[in-house]
């Protein structure tokens, strides 16, 4: 095989579709030319329809946020909240530290005394929300359902190191009947019942 029968060997006229590339304008003149051609096109009287067609239709998908804001779904991990006892209204949280030790961002910091009850008693407790990446493993290690995602996402700060604290998440006395038995994202499921299954082992 000649050198020039190796160059071509894998080219052959009937594998290339030669592509039509007008010629760029290069006068002023051609340059409007071209403009107006591509703005009038059909094109964007098609655009302009469909528009026009959905406008007509009054059907408002916007959301008018903040004024209204979309639902979110049960199991949402959003900024957290400390939950009480609903007979008692005493914390739930029992100081176990199980949240902090399992938190992967290193972002909750907590503070506990033994109170003049000889009990365990949370006094600090925060979370750096900055560092916290909501990934629910506090909530779902809980023992008490203590802290569980609450569905406040607002939470932008101008602070890089934003704190949530103990006061702002835990639910306030007065409003206690207003705390419902939460269903969403660490908490028991509604069929937690069925799922147990018994001990197989007798005692
Ligand atoms: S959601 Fe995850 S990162 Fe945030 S505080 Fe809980 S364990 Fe830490
Ligand atoms: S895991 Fe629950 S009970 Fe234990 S310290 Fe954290 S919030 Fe309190």
Known sequence: MS?????????GSQNYVPVEIDDYPTDGWDKFKQVVKRSLSKELFVGLWVVFREMVKFKIHTVQYPEEVLPLPPR??????LLRLLESGNERCIGCGLCEKICVADCIRMETKVDENSRKEVTEYSINLGRCIFCGYCAEVCPELAIVHGSRYENVSEQRAHFVIKDDMLTPIDFLKQQNEFDGFGAVSPNADELVKKTPLAY
């Open 3 to 11: 050198l020039e029968a190796f160059k071509n060997r894998n080219v």
């Open 76 to 81: 949402y991990r959003a900024v957290h909240k």
